[in-house]
Nanobody, 121 residues
Framework: QVQLVESGVGLVQTGGSLRLSCVAS????????MGWYRQAPGKQRELVAV???????NYADSVKGRFTISRDNAKNTVYLQMNSLKPEDTAVYYC???????????????WGQGTQVTVSS
């Protein structure tokens, strides 16, 4: 029904930058929140950043001031600009969207397949 496709897999050095993109497609009536989560080896998946349909942003403390989330509602796309990357940012990054597929349908969570980000020291 709804697919999320991420792009921007990368290997960067400490202090470098990387931009992730995620496009939602399929049976989309409306999209509420869009966000990015990450999961490092041996750790639980954690929220990185989320942005509402109205542009309200929320960030994990560990990325505040370094990462910026944005979205293009016309393109059903969410971006994550990551600057001043650190080795501890190394993880698989997952895109998430809260989507309504019809006028009288409830919202559901959808996830991308994940994209690897590796920051070398």
């Amino acid at each position: 029904q709804v697919q999320l496709v991420e792009s921007g897999v990368g290997l960067v050095q400490t202090g470098g930058s990387l931009r992730l993109s995620c496009v939602a497609s399929g049976s989309i009536f409306s999209i509420n929140d869009m966000g990015w989560y990450r999961q490092a080896p041996g750790k639980q998946r954690e929220l990185v950043a989320v942005i509402s349909s109205g542009g309200y942003r929320n960030y994990a403390d560990s990325v505040k001031g370094r990462f910026t989330i944005s979205r293009d509602n016309a393109k059903n796309t969410v971006y994550l600009q990551m600057n001043s990357l650190k080795p501890e940012d190394t993880a698989v990054y997952y895109c998430n969207a809260v989507v309504r597929t019809g006028t009288f349908k409830s919202e559901s969570d959808y996830w991308g397949q994940g994209t690897q980000v590796t920051v070398s020291s």
